[in-house]
């Protein structure tokens, strides 16, 4: 049988040129069992990489990567399982810095006992962040961008010079082949960079899937060589390990 991420693989090609595919489709093409289809189906539209319809699975709008409130629609349990992973990393008296991504705002659902400072460009996250009396939060003004949900101004990058965060938590939409973090907006990309500069820990929360993936993502944020821990769903290929630092742990849903 073709490994299941072959088979992923095989099916996002085939959306491309078809837009919509059964389970029956996938489970005949690739001779497997309809509950094995379902599975597949289940875990492309949980990751986001697909959008599930009835009888099967439809792609994706075109080479973009979904808008953030539409991203924020898809009840994912592998998100909310990287966020758990992702919200051990913070502690009580500290002080951090959280991107916007639909992955980091369910981080942000389980902080309300945790005593920490947080700064946030995302609009969301300070939303959610506001639902309990912990953790403060720190809303950097500016511009607002309506569709993916944040803020920028120039003044913010010249305030995010006044602090040295105690972690840094990114998101991202494509890693190239050169390792590069890149995400769509030229504003949310320098600030992710001014933040990451001034963060003592670089945790970076993705799904594995953004290795491959070839969707339009041209600002870039950093290189993988300067994150200290990496919270994704499943193991990553050796070659996209090599990206990192040896000295980087690697978190995985499962695999604590």
Known sequence: MIPREKREVQILETLKLKGWLSTKEIADHF?????????????????GQA???HGGVMITQGDEVPEFLNRKRILSPVKA??????????????????GSSTTLVQVCDLLGAIDATIVTHGIDNAEHLMENQLPRVELLGGMVDRINR???????LIRLNDFVFDGVFIGVSRITDEGDITVMGKADAAILRK????????????????FTTKKTSPYVVTN?????????????????????????VFRTIGNN
């Open 31 to 47: 001779g497997v069992a309809f509950d094995t289809a379902r599975r597949d189906v289940l875990h492309l539209t949980a990751t």
């Open 51 to 53: 959008i599930r319809v």
């Open 81 to 98: 399982s990287m966020a758990k992973i992702a919200a051990t990393y913070i502690h009580p008296g500290k002080l951090y810095f959280i």
């Open 150 to 156: 944040y803020t920028s101004s120039l003044d913010t």
């Open 195 to 210: 933040a990451v500069q001034r963060g003592k820990k670089i945790v970076l929360v993705t799904q594995n899937y953004k």
């Open 224 to 248: 993988c060589q300067q994150v200290d821990v990496l919270v994704t769903d499943k193991s990553l290929d050796p070659k996209y390990m090599k990206y990192f630092r040896d000295s980087v």
